[in-house]
């Protein structure tokens, strides 16, 4: 059932194959555009973030491995529209926040990253929203901060997939530092396509994004930060703790999520992976989107909205 988005999606994607950005200039990391300003604040790490303002609930976006806060572009002024406050970060190693081989990537560090964000902000208790490895960071700060987090909405979260050791292993040695930095044109745009059911010209911004990013000095710094939060997230597992959680909680996936299960070691269907995950999560409440993959808040994202209002309430 799987295997015929990804089929779509290569067969869209010859049309539009080739070197499109190989004369484009480079596009440094502090110039990315989230479609509205972004300020820093300095929790040790220097944070970017963007913040809609106002003083509805609020709202904390974290996005997902490898990504940033433009991820959020579509769901944002919709969610702002609906009343909230929205606020959006770059993980530390990741968009316009600091970057540092000092930096262990682990999910603890970028919890307590992102609780001293929280804390700094004056946000008080918030509605977090972790899409992917955001996700698996937002179960390990949950768990470690409750007093932080006063709802929790996982959106195709890392974390509900277990790995054995061997699994782990390979996982963390898929990626290096080099491979990032020099994947060609091709190999990006067929990356970005596992990552939504079926591939549409208006979100070509996110190639260019990323092939104009390698041309940056910051990017081996960037590729750093994927690599070792790969093994973050193998290192600091969070399935066995689903059953911990203590604080209301939503499951929000894509029906045809390519990344996960991994679709190299474990065969089965997004439903089963996030059903078994939301079902050790006491009382969570589970919402399938159709007509998404893995980037549902960038394929649906009136759908991925409306799912976060009817949970969190207006």
């Not at 779509?8 to 010859?14: D, G, K």
């Not at 820093?40 to 944070?47: E, S, Y």
């Not at 963007?50 to 969610?79: E, I, K, Q």
Request: glycine share 10%; aromatic share 8%.
């Amino acid at each position: 059932m799987r295997a015929l988005p990804l089929l779509v999606l290569a067969a869209s994607l010859a049309a539009c194959s080739g070197a499109r950005y190989a004369g484009a200039p480079p596009l440094p990391f502090r110039q990315l555009d989230y479609g509205m300003p972004t300020r820093t604040v300095d929790v040790g790490p220097r944070v970017a973030y963007l913040d809609t303002g106002g003083d509805g609930p609020v709202l904390l976006l974290v996005h997902g491995l490898a990504s940033n806060a433009g991820f959020w572009r579509y769901a944002t002024p919709r969610l702002a529209a609906a009343g909230y406050r929205v606020v959006a970060v770059d993980l530390p190693g990741f968009g316009k926040s600091e970057k540092s081989a000092a930096f262990p990537y682990t999910m603890r560090f970028q919890a307590e990253t992102v609780a001293r964000v929280i804390e700094a902000l004056d946000l008080g208790p918030v509605t977090y929203v972790g899409h992917s490895m955001g996700g698996q960071i937002g179960i390990t700060l949950a768990l470690a901060r409750p007093d932080l987090v006063q709802r929790l909405v996982l959106a195709a979260p890392a974390g509900v997939e277990a790995f054995d050791a061997g699994e782990g292993a390979w996982l963390g040695n898929a990626l290096s530092v080099d491979g990032i930095v020099t994947a060609s044109e091709d190999a990006v745009r067929r990356n970005l396509a596992l990552n939504v059911q079926r591939w549409r010209p208006e979100w070509e911004w996110l190639v260019e994004e990323r092939v104009r990013m390698a041309k940056d000095p910051e990017m081996r710094q960037f590729a750093y930060a994927v690599t070792q939060s790969v093994r973050g997230m193998l290192s600091g597992p969070t399935t066995h703790r689903l059953g911990d959680l203590r604080v209301p909680t939503l499951v929000v996936y894509g029906r045809y999520d390519g990344l996960i299960p991994n679709p190299y070691l474990h065969p089965g269907t997004p439903r089963a992976v996030f059903e078994r995950g939301a079902a050790a999560i006491p009382g969570a409440r589970l919402v399938e989107i159709d007509d998404a993959g893995h980037l549902l808040q960038i394929e649906q994202p009136e759908a991925f909205v409306d799912a976060v209002v009817g949970f969190v309430g207006r």
